[in-house]
């Protein structure tokens, strides 16, 4: 189970968790409910961070809808959820889908994380690759003194390596 975190106004349990960068430092601050209301840390249409991220969904309801979940890894539940602001563990995500699905779809363009890197860096990578390959492969050319394979060798290194550098072009 997660540990609960402490409103830092009040020290009842806090459910909204903000982070803010300025200047290079991070600033964390977490409220329980009431003094986030107070505070004015809600939603426009007066729902709390939680319940923005659940899609919409109160949050009175998050746990009865999904009342049977339970992470097999944790023992999060989605009513610790809602008491959080967060899941328990990397297998939350895995084992309360059915709750954490409609609320990615609401924030992402997918529900499924496909990476930060550029699209061509499998291409590049994969260039990289051939060079070293044919690198290798010429080294035991020159080694084993078949230089006729070494000159087409290297002959090939050149245009791959040509290539891979076109690949590295932004």
């Known amino acids: 189970m997660a540990e609960s975190i402490n409103c830092d106004i009040c020290a009842k349990l806090a459910t909204v968790h903000l982070t803010q960068i300025v200047n290079g430092k991070i600033h964390k ?8 209301k ?27 809808v999904h009342s049977d979940l339970v992470c097999q890894e944790c023992g999060f539940t989605p009513e610790d959820y809602k008491k959080l602001g967060r ?31 550029p699209e061509n860096t499998l291409v590049r990578k994969a260039s990289r690759q051939v060079v070293n390959e044919i690198k290798e492969q010429l080294q035991l050319a020159i080694k084993e003194e078949r230089y006729e ?3 087409k060798l290297r002959d090939r290194l050149l245009l791959a390596s040509k290539e891979n550098e076109s690949s590295h072009v932004h």
């Open 38 to 64: 107070e505070k004015g840390v809600t939603d426009p249409n007066g729902f709390s961070l939680a319940d923005l991220l659940a899609g919409g969904i109160e949050s009175e309801d998050l746990e009865s």
């Open 149 to 151: 394979d070494a000159a």
């Open 87 to 117: 899941l328990g563990c990397p297998s939350c995500y895995e084992n309360l889908a059915l709750m954490i699905a409609p609320m990615l779809s609401h924030m992402h363009k997918g529900i499924k994380h496909v990476g930060k890197n």
């Open 29 to 36: 601050i977490d409220l329980c409910e009431t003094c986030a």
